[in-house]
């Protein structure tokens, strides 16, 4: 069974770089693609991006001028930076599994709260 | 930027079908997915390349995708599929996922 991690500070400050880990265990990284999503409180879902193995990724067009995605085959993570936090960027951030089309295991989440 | 469409909430009794729409320029020449989320808990792939079933997931789910619209059905839904339901579509470029749907079972 594929299990995926969330992991990183809850509370960033504004103006400051939201990041945050996704660790990956059952699956090797090496496949698919690896997808980020976000939840604000009460509000519906958005994509935010994803990174295949080979470095190559895709961003929201919306947030694709403060974001950057990594991968690290070696602990079997990938990783997000949002730089330029702000009160709109607190959230639920979900990492998930692209086979393809859909987002098939998604971890349990991590609440970020931007706030001084 | 491409945009899904979905009703805010959708009311069924026990015995009825549950139908949940998603509208979408040209949807048809795309996959469609849904998602089943309950309150607290991360989003349950439900509904795979518009009708495709994951495993574990029951037979009352079933999906169709024609035209502008993909529709979830629920056959005979529960009180355990109480839930927000979102459809989603990807266009080689980018994930897009509709605004979701809170289904209430009366």
């Known amino acids: 069974q594929v299990h995926l991690k969330e992991s990183g500070p809850r509370l960033v400050k504004p103006s400051e770089t939201l990041s945050l880990t996704c660790t990956v265990s059952?699956?090797?990284?090496?496949?698919?693609?690896w997808s980020w999503i976000r939840q604000p409180a009460g509000l519906g879902l958005q994509w935010i991006g994803h990174?295949?193995?080979?470095?190559?990724?895709r961003y929201n067009p919306s947030l694709k001028s403060r974001l950057t995605m990594s991968i690290d085959s070696s602990k079997n993570q990938f990783s997000l930076n949002l730089t330029s936090a702000a009160a709109a960027d607190t959230a639920v951030y979900y990492c998930?599994?692209?086979?393809?089309?859909?987002?098939?295991?998604w971890g349990q989440g991590t609440p970020v709260i931007v706030s001084s | 930027s491409y945009e899904l469409t979905q009703p805010p909430s959708v009311s069924v009794y026990p015995g009825q079908t549950a139908n949940i729409t998603c509208s979408g320029d040209?949807?048809?020449?795309?996959?469609v997915c849904w998602y089943q989320q309950k309150p607290g808990q991360s989003p349950v792939l439900v509904i795979n390349?518009?009708?495709k079933r994951p495993s574990g997931i029951p037979e009352r789910f079933s999906g169709s995708n024609s035209g502008n619209t993909a529709t979830l059905t629920i056959s005979g839904p529960q009180a355990l599929d109480e839930a927000d339901y979102y459809c989603?579509?990807?266009?080689?470029?980018?994930?897009?996922f509709g605004g979701g749907t809170r289904l209430t079972v009366l």
């Open positions: 998930a599994r692209q086979p393809y089309d859909a987002l098939d295991f």
């Open positions: 059952g699956d090797s990284i090496g496949s698919y693609f």
């Open positions: 990174i295949s193995i080979t470095g190559k990724t």
């Open positions: 040209t949807l048809e020449i795309k996959y």
């Open positions: 390349q518009d009708y």
């Open positions: 989603q579509a990807w266009d080689l470029v980018t994930v897009v």
